[in-house]
Nanobody, 125 residues
Framework: QVQLVESGGGSVQAGGSLRLSCEAS????????MAWFRQAPGKEREGVAA????????YYADSVQGRFTISQDSAKNMLHLQMNKLKPEDTVTYYC??????????????????WGQGTQVTVSS
């Protein structure tokens, strides 16, 4: 059974930084696509960033390119999202997601079978 547990959300002022973490348990980490999504109330879940654990190839949404960095610590089965230069519009719930295989459809929520419970990020202006 694969489980994903996020941590690191919180409140920060605009321009600040936060680091989200996702601990993966169960056999998911090898050769998997792991991603961060975010969702505002009443809106569709949006893919933010993804990483293919087999090669460390990363993918980013245009809205976060240059500000967010996704990384993995394979020894600890941890996924991270370093978020810099945060903006008020980054205020949403962030979710960790994972599935076996490459990240060909990483921006599509239905491409991922496993999800964390979400962690809230609030950016004040």
């Amino acid at each position: 059974q694969v489980q994903l547990v996020e941590s690191g959300g919180g409140s920060v002022q605009a321009g600040g930084s936060l680091r989200l973490s996702c601990e993966a348990s169960g056999y998911i980490y090898s050769y998997a696509c792991m991603a961060w999504f975010r969702q505002a109330p009443g809106k569709e879940r949006e893919g933010v960033a993804a990483i293919y654990t087999g090669s460390d190839i990363t993918y980013y949404a245009d809205s976060v390119q240059g500000r967010f960095t996704i990384s993995q610590d394979s020894a600890k089965n941890m996924l991270h999202l370093q978020m810099n230069k945060l903006k008020p519009e980054d205020t949403v719930t962030y979710y960790c997601a994972a599935d076996f295989g490459r990240c060909d459809s990483w921006q599509l929520p239905w491409a991922f079978a496993y999800w964390g419970q979400g962690t809230q990020v609030t950016v004040s202006s």
